[in-house]
């Protein structure tokens, strides 16, 4: 099974590569909120979630949009995925370098393998489910940001320990 539209809707989320190339710019104020939503500040008692964390950049995004539409949603959307997707990979070398000390790394390489292989397996189904409406272009995209959001939450709180 190729990867078809599914992977074009999405690559642009799981490719860092797409943040330097003028195609998609993540704006300014995004990084801090991200930053500042998962380190808890402004908050007694930090029990934010990647949902959470995921909505305040939805909405600043959409607000700097001034409208919800259906490529807005998607753009910001995208955004929001594109960042997780940075803080993921800003945080698996200190992951591997864990894993190296507890002599796991084999078990975590493996792991986070077959997590990339659901995530990309899950958000097809996602993509799948909503042939032929609008939605389609929308929830695989949902789906990448929500799962990498998850991940990079459990990344963060293992390194916290």
């Known amino acids: 099974m190729g990867i078809g539209r599914y992977g074009q809707v999405c690559g642009a989320v799981l490719s ?14 995004s990084l801090p909120i991200l930053e500042d939503c998962i380190a808890g500040n402004g908050v007694a008692t930090p029990t934010l979630t990647a949902e959470a964390c995921s909505q305040q950049l939805y909405n ?3 607000d700097l949009k001034g409208s919800e539409t259906t490529p807005d949603i ?17 945080l698996w070398p200190q992951m591997k370098a864990r ?8 078990s975590q390489l493996k792991t986070q393998r077959a997590w990339i292989a659901y995530r990309d ?3 097809q189904q996602e993509y799948d489910e909503y042939a032929g409406g609008t939605m389609r272009s929308i929830a695989p995209v949902a789906c990448v940001r929500d799962m990498t959001a998850e991940r990079a939450m459990e990344f963060y709180r293992t390194l916290s320990q």
Request: charged share 15%.
């Open 16 to 29: 860092l590569g797409v943040l330097g190339s003028g195609v998609f710019q993540a704006s300014a104020q």
């Open 60 to 62: 600043a995004c959409i």
């Open 74 to 90: 998607g753009a910001c959307m995208q955004e929001g995925g594109a960042l997780w997707d940075q803080l993921l990979n800003q």
């Open 99 to 106: 894993a190296e000390a507890m002599e796991i790394l084999d």
């Open 121 to 123: 397996a899950r958000c």
